[in-house]
């Protein structure tokens, strides 16, 4: 349905095909046909294989997706997709994720709809993706681990964080693969953004409901000052633990997959001092965050909020200096550059090699910014 939507919303059929066939992948063939749902039309897209699938690991996967034929564009993508999945089949299976076997969700079918998204998202040149609430629907589902209630327990896994509903539409709504896809892609599930719509699509799924299966895809131009998504704020307040083992327990946090990780001085009960522990994660990363908090802490528990953000655009720069190259990030307003920020590191190691005092670095750095960004910069906050 993803793949049916991009294609209807103005990616090549014949483009699709031809890029997919850099897959070391045989016995399938993809059909692009246009089909009638009430009123209108969608965009239906069938991959037929002629022989069974057999039993892919993830490295077996990763290693068809690595085409040196395909963009790196694509193949990362695809890989995050894919390693998004094994790890919820992971969790699902209780079975490390070096030993796992895919099932359906390492068929050729499946393989395909993935790297097509990638595909179609690069080359529509789609920068951010947004999603409305998800419809799981209801009932029971059949797959070759046996029967589970929708949603199957890998979809439920990857759908942690997300926001979902249930009506009175009896089946699958979302499928561990459709669910691994958009729970990657997307930045947020709420509300759309403001944007010209510059081009629609439908794609067209292959149950039958009493309304027509079809998924749609709105693609337009933001005119977003800022970028926007969703984060998972974690926190937890601690009064028992030795204040030496804090930094140990925040590097711990941030390499479990958190965007930030900090402590802040309060006062508890009975007038005990003590502190918020607080980590901002990835809702892909909050379970990680999460158990690393409470192996690393004292705590025995933690709050969990879902929290929007709007943020500057960042783009990295190396700047070359006459002490050696430094990365700076970038924000960006719109079009505008409001800030830049040389990486510490950086500048930290150019200063003990050369010997010469840490704000040397940084202003020679600032200094040899290209003059366009120096100029944006200026206009709103002094270098």
Request: aromatic fraction near 6%; include cysteine.
């Amino acid at each position: 349905m993803v793949l049916g939507a991009l294609v209807d919303a103005g990616l090549s059929g014949k483009f699709l095909i031809n890029e997919l066939k850099k897959l070391k992948l045989s016995g399938y063939k993809i059909t692009v046909s246009k089909v009638k749902t009430g009123h209108t039309f969608a965009t239906k897209i069938d991959v037929f294989t002629s022989a069974p699938d057999q039993k892919r690991t993830l490295g077996d996967i990763l290693k068809i997706i690595n085409s040196p034929k395909l963009s790196s564009g694509v193949k990362a993508l695809a890989k995050k997709i894919f390693t998004r999945l094994a790890e919820a089949e992971s969790h699902v299976h209780r079975t490390p994720i070096n030993k796992l076997h895919f099932h359906e969700l390492g068929s050729t079918d499946a393989i395909i709809d993935i790297v097509g998204c990638a595909i179609g998202i690069e080359k529509l040149g789609i920068k951010q993706v947004f999603s409305s609430t998800l419809n799981v629907g209801h009932g029971k589902v059949f797959t070759k681990h046996g029967i589970f209630s929708v949603p199957a327990p890998a979809a439920a896994e990857l759908l942690k964080g997300i926001p979902v509903f249930s009506n009175d539409i009896k089946g699958e709504l979302v499928t561990p693969t459709g669910a691994a896809i958009i729970t990657t892609l997307c930045c947020d599930f709420e509300n759309m953004p403001k944007i010209k719509i510059g081009k629609t699509g439908s794609g067209m799924g292959s149950y039958k409901f009493r309304t027509p299966n079809t998924l749609t895809v709105v693609i337009g131009n933001s005119d977003l000052t800022f970028e926007e998504d969703a984060v998972v704020q974690i926190e937890t307040n601690i009064d028992n633990m030795n204040p030496e083992f804090y930094n140990f327990a925040i590097e711990k946090i941030m390499k479990a997959g958190a965007l930030d990780a900090y402590i802040t001085p309060i006062m508890m009960k009975k007038n005990r001092p003590a502190v918020t522990l607080s980590a901002l994660s990835p809702i892909n990363r909050k379970d990680a965050v999460i158990k690393t908090i409470l192996s690393e802490t004292t705590s025995l528990g933690v709050r969990q909020y879902l929290v929007k953000r709007k943020k500057l655009k960042r783009e990295f720069m190396n700047v070359k200096t006459k002490y050696g190259i430094a990365s700076v990030k970038i924000g960006s307003m719109g079009t505008s550059t409001v800030n830049v920020s040389p990486e510490y590191r950086d500048l930290e190691k150019l200063a003990k090699k050369h010997r010469v005092p840490l704000k040397i670095i940084y202003q020679e750095v600032l200094k040899n910014l290209p003059q366009g960004i120096r100029k944006q910069v200026s206009k709103n906050a002094p270098l």
